[in-house]
């Protein structure tokens, strides 16, 4: 596709459910970012990865999160045992090479909501 | 903790006016310096990125960079009413991660 794609676009769940979230960066983009936002706030940092490896995975919030990109293209953000602070927006972004020299391009969004 | 510090608004300015979006980082060592904006419902599109001490200019946009301050600034000329939406600063760290402020939401005034 032409642009980054997430994929659920909305999910519900219980708490205390299991959750994957999806992401298709744009092809040959080598960076990919995870951010969570919640309403009226930025952008929040969870994870990148340059190619296959996790380059800076510390806003991860607990060991609940976990996010893999093994084949260096499509990503999954994994949430164990959701809590109800855990409802967000899920962002991801992809970027052609260091993201000092290039744009991040998001993906329109996962929105997750822990009942 | 390395922060990106923001307004949050809401910025009401008139159309036709400039408006003046204002940014400071806590991390030194950053290198690049990103404007996004972002419409209600949507995610960020990148408006502005500048590296370099002083002024860019891309249209009706100026990105400012002070790093002595440790300061940013986005200009909006001649504002229109599809200017209205959130501006959120991001700072690439020096190890490529990039982090948000928390945004200014602007109003323009018709």
């Known amino acids: 596709g032409a642009g980054v794609s997430q994929t659920p676009s909305n999910k519900v769940t219980e708490k205390g459910k299991y959750v994957e979230l999806r992401c298709d960066p744009i092809?040959?983009?080598?960076?990919l970012y995870w951010y969570r936002q919640s309403l009226g706030q930025g952008p929040e940092f969870l994870i990148y990865?340059?190619?296959?490896?996790?380059?800076?995975d510390s806003g991860l919030p607990n060991d609940r999160f976990f996010a893999v990109r093994p084949e260096g293209s499509v990503s999954t953000l994994k949430i164990q045992r959701t809590e109800r602070g855990d409802s967000a927006v899920y962002l991801c972004?992809?970027?052609?090479?260091?993201?000092?020299?290039?744009?991040?391009?998001f993906g329109e969004g996962s929105r997750l909501t822990v009942l | 903790q390395k922060e990106v510090e923001q307004n949050s608004g809401p910025l009401s300015v008139p159309e036709g006016a400039i408006a003046s979006l204002n940014c400071t980082y806590s991390?030194?060592?950053?290198?690049?310096f990103f404007w996004y904006r972002q419409y209600s419902g949507k995610s960020p599109e990148l408006i502005m990125f500048?590296?370099?001490?002083g002024d860019k200019e891309d249209g009706r946009f100026t990105a400012q960079l002070n790093k002595a301050s440790q300061y940013v600034s986005l200009l909006i000329r001649d504002s229109q009413p599809s200017d209205s939406a959130t501006y959120l600063c991001?700072?690439?760290?020096?190890?490529?991660?990039?982090?948000f402020g928390k945004g200014t939401r602007l109003h323009i005034l018709p």
């Open positions: 092809s040959g983009h080598t960076a």
């Open positions: 990865f340059q190619g296959t490896g996790a380059a800076d």
């Open positions: 991001a700072v690439n760290l020096r190890d490529d991660k990039i982090i």
């Open positions: 972004a992809s970027s052609a090479s260091r993201a000092d020299t290039g744009e991040l391009f």
């Open positions: 500048i590296y370099s001490n």
């Open positions: 991390d030194r060592g950053s290198q690049s």
